[in-house]
């Protein structure tokens, strides 16, 4: 009853920030189960389709983004062509992704020394439908309809987390197949609440052309980011997996998994940015607020979790993954640094995304890049890995910040001139 009265008090973006720390409590926990039911050694295939995920995750986004922004943007026959249009090419690009997995699997196997090729046959199949759940995902997102989209994570989270749990205690078959099995069927979940309201499969669609080169400009955009998100995020994990050894490899995985917590609470923040920011430009109203608010948030809560992981990094390690991973405890506090700067230079990026500006993107790009090239000449342990992300993450968050004081300039004497 009291439960009951407090949720109806909550607003709908304050149920959906709750959501989202369960759904990546729920994440965080079926990582941290495999990692303890498995041993470094298997939950490294395991933590690499996970890193597969993520990276299918970021490619989608852009579908996501894309669809939320014109969902604002976009009214009456607009909208309903858009979302048809939209809906097409992101299901083609998900077959295309998916069959490519399916085709180059074997090379994969040998590229990230897995014990089977047939993980990323299966995480292909998987692919198209989470295409079709990311712009889903979108209506509701740029509708502002956070009850749908919270149940929508929910769906996919939770029965990740069961379904795995079942195929691991109940089939005797290699645990890489089962974790990718699991992945696959809960995309099926996650498509749950799905918005039938405006498809029309045996229609064509177009839309005017102006509003077409717009689409085509912002999303590329997006992907472009994207696409530097996923070298930014993902790099270090698919490298250790190349020049380390299977049981190293899945020392560094736990250690990147307790280290991100801050960036997975980032994304909350660019859920509910996104929208804000492009509905208060619409209005002609100012939108910096919005940013210092969600940067503030981050900020505080990365302090947090740096000092919590310089303090007791044993005892995080031990809680979460156990003994046999503690090695790897003197680099938490450093890898939490990386993923704390990365995740406030994100809010700024996705701010600048939101109003269609190009330089961020760039800069994101050079730096992802050079987090690479820095990984590739310096990887002699696990510590120079996360000392070269410290490097281009504090120089990425430095430009960030340069381009937002310069950007806030040009805007007051664009408005003193007018």
Known sequence: MILN?????????????????????????YNLILGRILGPAQFADAALLITFLLVLSFIAMTFQLSTAKFSVLFEDSIFKSFINIIYKYSSSI?????????????QLQQLFNTQSAAMFTIFGIGVPIYFIMSVNRGVFQGNKKFDSLAVTYQGEMLSRLIITLILIYTLGLQSSILVALGIAISFLFGLLPFRFQDIEITKKHKLPSAESKYIIKFFLLTAFYEFTQIIINNSDILMVK?????????LYASLALIGRVVYFVAWMFVMLLLPKVVEKQ?????????????VFYITLLSASIVLGCYLFPEF???IMFGSEYLSVAPLLWKYAIATSLFAISNIFAYYFLSLDQYIPVILSALLGVSQVVLIIFFHDTLSDIVIMQIIAMAILLIFQIFFFVSYQKLSKKGSTNH
């Open 316 to 318: 995080v390690i031990n």
């Open 94 to 106: 998900g077959v295309i992704f998916g069959v490519l997995l399916i085709i180059f699997s074997k």
């Open 5 to 29: 009265t407090a949720l109806k008090k909550l607003s709908a973006e304050q149920k959906f920030m709750i959501s989202v720390i369960i759904v990546n409590g729920g994440n965080y926990l």
């Open 242 to 250: 190349h020049y380390f050894e299977t049981y190293e490899a899945g």
């Open 282 to 294: 619409k209005e002609g109203e100012s939108h910096a607020p919005i940013l210092f608010k969600y």
